[in-house]
């Protein structure tokens, strides 16, 4: 059964970084797309990333602006968010989530209830 399991979250202060990292165990990185989601309290889920491995694509929500960066290290299934240059809005819970029969795009990345399997998330706070 596949399990994303999310790591690397905490507390930073505005402007700084964070790594986070999503181990998928019982399954291969093959046709799958693995996306990021967050959500504040009192406030809807949105996709922060998604990528499709054997596809090559990724794609982020407009709110990025370029400081995080999706990457996969295939050896070892895990899928990286890195995210600099935090602020104060980007304090959330941080799911990672698989879906098996989308490719990574902005369809996919703007509805994250497509998502079939998530993991438990990962809190991560921007305060000073």
């Known amino acids: 059964q596949v399990r994303p399991v999310e790591s690397g979250g905490g507390l930073v202060q505005p402007g700084g970084s964070l790594r986070l990292a999503c181990a998928i165990s019982?399954?291969?990185?093959?046709?799958?797309?693995i996306g990021w989601i967050r959500q504040a309290p009192g406030k809807e889920r949105e996709g922060v990333s998604c990528?499709?491995?054997?596809?090559?694509?990724?794609d982020y929500g407009d709110f990025v602006k370029g400081r995080f960066t999706i990457s996969v290290d295939p050896t070892n299934l895990i899928v990286y968010l890195q995210m600099n240059n935090l602020e104060p809005g980007d304090s959330a819970v941080y799911y990672c989530?698989?879906?098996?029969?989308?490719?990574?795009?902005?369809?996919?990345?703007?509805?994250?209830?497509?998502?079939?399997?998530w993991g438990q998330g990962t809190q991560v706070t921007v305060s000073s």
């Open positions: 990528i499709s491995p054997s596809y090559g694509s990724t």
């Open positions: 019982g399954a291969t990185l093959n046709r799958v797309t």
């Open positions: 989530a698989v879906d098996w029969s989308s490719i990574c795009g902005p369809g996919l990345n703007r509805n994250p209830g497509l998502f079939d399997t």
